[in-house]
T-cell receptor
Framework: SQQGEEDPQALSIQEGENATMNCSYK?????LQWYRQNSGRGLVHLIL?????REKHSGRLRVTLDTSKKSSSLLITASRAADTASYFC????????????FGKGTTLSVSS | SQTIHQWPATLVQPVGSPLSLECTVE??????LYWYRQAAGRGLQLLFY??????ISSEVPQNLSASRPQDRQFILSSKKLLLSDSGFYLC????????????FGPGTRLTVT
């Protein structure tokens, strides 16, 4: 079953602009993670935020988590053409054991 | 460092033929292992996961099966492929003691004709 839902499904921006993607989920979670997938490749882990954290940074990435609203956002600042990819959020609800439940992803296109 | 291998990279198989996809992990022990399928332009569907040798959890009933004959080897199989089995198959691993960031292989593109 789908736990996370990303919004928007697709996003097109110019280099240098910021990109914001949102994720909503349905049940309680231990952690929320964001992944990136270049076309035809495997996913790459970007960042993990724990349920007791509200914000986390990694380079040009900023992730926020609002457990009361069951939502998270991923902000990529000063985007580059190389950021073009699909971005997925993943949650680990207690009933999933060690498994992650992935959303359908946001496809980001950054044009130069 | 840890690495994960998947093969083959691409595969074209006729309907009704068998399937065997292999995934191996190096540089870690007792990993959790996962098989996902991704349809074109879609999210990931968890198919199977394993927390140890011989321990397989199935998430979606279908004509696929998984086995873990060795600690760092995960195999996805089918006796008879269906057209609907076409997709991009991804193997992943995570550490056994959490918090379960997953590390993905390069994937296998399967086309059933």
């Amino acid at each position: 079953s789908q736990q996370g839902e990303e919004d928007p499904q697709a996003l097109s921006i110019q280099e240098g602009e910021n990109a914001t993607m949102n994720c909503s989920y349905k049940t309680s979670i231990n952690n929320l993670q964001w992944y990136r997938q270049n076309s035809g490749r495997g996913l790459v882990h970007l960042i993990l935020i724990r349920s007791n954290e509200r914000e986390k940074h990694s380079g040009r990435l900023r992730v926020t988590l609002d457990t009361s609203k069951k939502s998270s956002s991923l902000l990529i600042t000063a985007s580059r053409a190389a950021d073009t990819a699909s971005y997925f959020c993943a949650t680990d609800p207690p009933q999933a054991g060690t498994a992650l439940i992935f959303g359908k992803g946001t496809t980001l296109s950054v044009s130069s | 460092s840890q690495t994960i291998h998947q093969w083959p990279a691409t595969l074209v198989q006729p309907v009704g033929s068998p399937l065997s996809l292999e995934c191996t992990v190096e540089g870690t022990s007792n990993p959790n292992l996962y098989w996902y399928r991704q349809a074109a332009g879609r999210g990931l569907q968890l198919l199977f996961y394993s927390v140890g040798i011989g321990q397989i959890s199935s998430e979606v009933p279908q004509n696929l099966s998984a086995s873990r004959p060795q600690d760092r080897q995960f195999i996805l199989s089918s006796k008879k492929l269906l057209l609907s089995d076409s997709g991009f198959y991804l193997c992943a691993w995570s550490r056994g003691n959490g918090p379960y960031e997953q590390y993905f292989g390069p994937g296998t593109r399967l086309t059933v004709t």
